[in-house]
C-alpha cells in the first residue's frame, strides 16, 4: 500500500523539466556505477568497461541537461539543487573508492591525500552554507569560477583513473603520472575553492549586516 502506483507517479514526473528528469538520472546511475567500481578486484576488466560507459553517459548527461535548461528556458530552483548535488554525489564516491587497496588495482588508484582534499572541500561549503541560512534565513547558492574548475578537474581524475591501464599500455606508467598530477591539481583547486566560497559566503554575511543596520537606521 505504501509503494507508490505508476498512475501517481505519472504526476510527479510530469512536474520535472526534463533537465531535472536527465539530472535524476544521473543521480540513479550511481548506484550501477558504483557496483561496477566494487566489482573490480573480482571481474577485473568487464567491470571496469561498464564502469567506464557509464561515467561517460553521466558525464554526457550533465553537459546535455545544462544545455536543455539554457535553450529550453528551463532552469529551476530544483535544477540548482539537484544538478551540484548529482555531481558531488558521483565525485565523492567515486574518489574514495578508487582510493580503497581492497576496491582499486594499485594502477588506477587515488592518492589518500585527494580523498580529503575533496572530502573537506565540500564539507566545508555545506557548513558554510548551513551557518549562512542560521544566520540570515537565507539558502544562498551559487558556484565561484574555482569552485566550477575544482569539479571540472575531479571528474578528469576520476576518468584518468578508470583508464589508466589503457594509458599505460601506451607507455609505461603513463597512466599513474597522469592520475597523479590531476590529483595534485585538484587538491590546489580544491583549497582555492575553500577560500573562495569562504570569501563568497563573508560577503552575503556583511551584505546582511549592512541591510540590517540601515533598516535599523530607518
Same mark, same amino acid.
Given at each position: 500500500?505504501?509503494?507508490?502506483?505508476?498512475?501517481?507517479?505519472?504526476?510527479? +514526473?510530469?512536474?520535472?523539466?526534463?533537465?531535472?528528469?536527465?539530472?535524476?538520472?544521473? +543521480?540513479?546511475?550511481?548506484?550501477?556505477?558504483?557496483?561496477?567500481?566494487?566489482?573490480?578486484?573480482?571481474?577485473?576488466?568487464?567491470?571496469?568497461?561498464?564502469? #567506464?560507459?557509464?561515467?561517460?553517459?553521466?558525464?554526457?548527461?550533465?553537459?546535455?541537461?545544462?544545455?536543455?535548461?539554457?535553450?529550453?528556458?528551463?532552469? %529551476?530552483?530544483?535544477?540548482?539543487?539537484?544538478?551540484?548535488?548529482?555531481?558531488?554525489?558521483?565525485?565523492?564516491? %567515486?574518489?574514495?573508492?578508487?582510493?580503497?587497496?581492497?576496491?582499486?588495482?594499485?594502477?588506477?588508484?587515488?592518492?589518500?591525500?585527494? #580523498?580529503?582534499?575533496?572530502?573537506?572541500?565540500?564539507?566545508?561549503?555545506?557548513?558554510?552554507?548551513?551557518?549562512?541560512?542560521?544566520?540570515?534565513?537565507?539558502?544562498?547558492?551559487?558556484?565561484?569560477? %574555482?569552485?566550477?574548475?575544482?569539479?571540472?578537474?575531479?571528474?578528469?581524475?576520476?576518468?584518468?583513473?578508470?583508464?589508466?591501464?589503457?594509458?599505460?599500455?601506451?607507455?609505461?606508467?603513463?597512466?599513474?603520472?597522469? #592520475? +597523479?598530477?590531476?590529483?595534485?591539481?585538484?587538491?590546489?583547486?580544491?583549497?582555492?575553492?575553500?577560500? %573562495?566560497?569562504?570569501?563568497?559566503?563573508?560577503?552575503?554575511?556583511?551584505?546582511?549586516?549592512?541591510?540590517?543596520?540601515?533598516?535599523?537606521?530607518?
Amino acid at each position: 500500500e505504501m509503494t507508490p502506483t505508476p498512475h501517481k507517479l505519472r504526476p510527479l +514526473l510530469g512536474a520535472l523539466t526534463w533537465p531535472n528528469r536527465i539530472t535524476l538520472l544521473r +543521480l540513479v546511475l550511481v548506484i550501477p556505477f558504483v557496483m561496477a567500481l566494487l566489482q573490480m578486484r573480482e571481474h577485473g576488466n568487464p567491470a571496469r568497461y561498464i564502469a #567506464v560507459g557509464l561515467f561517460v553517459f553521466m558525464a554526457l548527461s550533465d553537459a546535455a541537461d545544462g544545455i536543455l535548461a539554457r535553450v529550453l528556458n528551463q532552469r %529551476s530552483a530544483l535544477g540548482m539543487i539537484l544538478d551540484p548535488l548529482a555531481d558531488k554525489v558521483l565525485i565523492i564516491c %567515486s574518489t574514495i573508492l578508487l582510493a580503497i587497496p581492497a576496491v582499486t588495482p594499485e594502477v588506477m588508484r587515488l592518492p589518500s591525500w585527494v #580523498v580529503v582534499a575533496v572530502v573537506a572541500k565540500d564539507v566545508w561549503v555545506m557548513m558554510g552554507c548551513e551557518v549562512i541560512f542560521l544566520v540570515t534565513g537565507k539558502l544562498y547558492m551559487g558556484p565561484t569560477p %574555482s569552485g566550477k574548475l575544482s569539479t571540472v578537474i575531479q571528474a578528469l581524475m576520476v576518468g584518468f583513473a578508470l583508464i589508466a591501464p589503457e594509458m599505460n599500455a601506451i607507455h609505461d606508467g603513463l597512466g599513474q603520472t597522469i #592520475v +597523479l598530477i590531476a590529483s595534485g591539481t585538484v587538491a590546489l583547486l580544491c583549497g582555492l575553492a575553500i577560500m %573562495s566560497y569562504t570569501r563568497l559566503g563573508l560577503g552575503h554575511l556583511a551584505d546582511v549586516q549592512r541591510e540590517q543596520s540601515t533598516e535599523n537606521a530607518d
